[in-house]
Nanobody
């Protein structure tokens, strides 16, 4: 049974930093593409960043240069380091897993079959 559990969310002032974690279990962690998504109140969920099986990363334009996705295969844990946070980053953040074998991966939600429950990030001005 695949399980994803996020942690690390909280409240921070603009300009601050947070590091989110996602503990995974129930599958071969190193073989999956992992992604971070977020959903702000009244908005659709959007892809933030992904890291594929080989460690290649991709980011949404809105977070490039500020967020860093990484993973520790030994700990089955995914991370999202978020720096220079702004109120526009306020959202529920979700990690997700794409276990399919693909030539390339994207932040298309439909590709990710497994999702965590989310962790709230609130950035105040």
């Amino acid at each position: 049974q695949v399980q994803l559990v996020e942690s690390g969310g909280g409240s921070v002032q603009a300009g601050g930093s947070l590091r989110l974690s996602c503990a995974a279990s129930g599958y071969t962690y190193s073989s999956a593409c992992m992604g971070w998504f977020r959903q702000a109140p009244g908005k659709e969920r959007e892809g933030v960043a992904l890291i594929d099986r080989d460690g290649s990363t991709s980011y949404a334009n809105s977070v490039k240069g500020r967020f860093t996705i990484s993973k520790d295969n030994a700990k089955n844990t995914l991370y999202l380091q978020m720096n220079s946070l702004t109120p526009e980053d306020t959202a529920m953040y979700f990690c997700a897993a794409d276990l399919s074998q693909r030539l390339s991966y994207t932040l298309a939600e439909s590709s990710y079959k497994y999702w965590g429950q989310g962790t709230q990030v609130t950035v105040s001005s």
